[in-house]
């Protein structure tokens, strides 16, 4: 049922249409955005349903779900992207099934992520709310945590990743993640990406400067409860 191809089609093709509008109203080219389809609690029948229909980048929040839907999926070619908190002592393990890491907030992170192996690409995510116990780092600490992450061995800084707060308007949200990311860029010229946009507010996300969208339900259709 929630791999109703007829559903996941309507779906993507409105997601696919909202996308290009929102890209032309900010006269961007809609092929610099890169829509990553978030398919957290959703069974793996549903990603090769959407894999079948081209999508090719999919994300997961939850390590243990992530790294068996991998290991499920391993015959399919595609980029898993951990968008999820990520804890040091799982994050090491993320690279193995992981190719683009969303949510490096804290040194631990980091220093778990070394490795003179392969570079795993990442943002840094940032938290937008008082809140510490959120996700991200606050801004204070962006330059420093940037700095560290351009020195680390294994990483590769894409860019900054956030999620807007409940309580703000995304579009202001947005355009703070888009002055963040100056900032990065100042360190890093090629970090240039922004991880932003759900499925209620991409567009918003889009006219500030996204370049890697998240969404879930919106083409999913409701996630079924947490298993
Ligand atoms: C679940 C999730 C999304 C997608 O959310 P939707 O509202 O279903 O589009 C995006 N980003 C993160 C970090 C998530 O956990």
């Keep these: 049922m929630s791999a109703d191809i007829t ?28 829509t990553i389809v978030v398919t957290k609690f959703h069974p793996v029948a549903v990603i090769r349903a959407l894999h079948d229909l081209g999508i090719r980048d999919f994300g997961e929040n939850r390590h243990q779900e992530a790294k068996d839907k991998a290991a499920m999926l391993a015959d399919l070619d595609m980029t898993w992207h951990f968008v999820g908190q990520l804890q040091s002592k799982k994050a090491r393990q993320a690279r193995s099934y992981a190719q683009v890491i969303h949510s490096l907030d804290r040194d631990s992170v980091v220093d778990a992520l070394v490795s003179r192996d392969r570079d795993v690409d990442c943002f840094i995510q940032l938290n937008l709310t008082d809140d510490q116990g959120r996700g991200g780092v606050l801004p204070g600490d962006l330059e420093r945590l940037a700095e560290k992450v351009v020195a680390t061995e294994g990483l590769r800084l894409l860019g900054v990743m956030a999620v807007a707060p409940l309580d703000t308007e995304p579009r202001a949200a947005f355009a703070q993640v888009r002055q963040a990311s100056d900032r990065v860029r100042a360190i890093d010229p090629a970090a240039t990406s922004i991880s932003a946009g759900m499925s209620g507010d991409y567009r918003e996300a889009i006219l500030e400067g996204a370049t890697h969208l998240r969404i879930g339900s919106a083409i999913t259709g409701n996630r079924p409860p947490a298993g």
């Design 7 to 34: 559903q996941l089609t309507s779906r993507l093709e409105i997601v696919r249409g909202g996308v290009a509008d929102a890209a032309r109203a900010a006269g961007r080219d809609s092929a610099s955005i890169t």
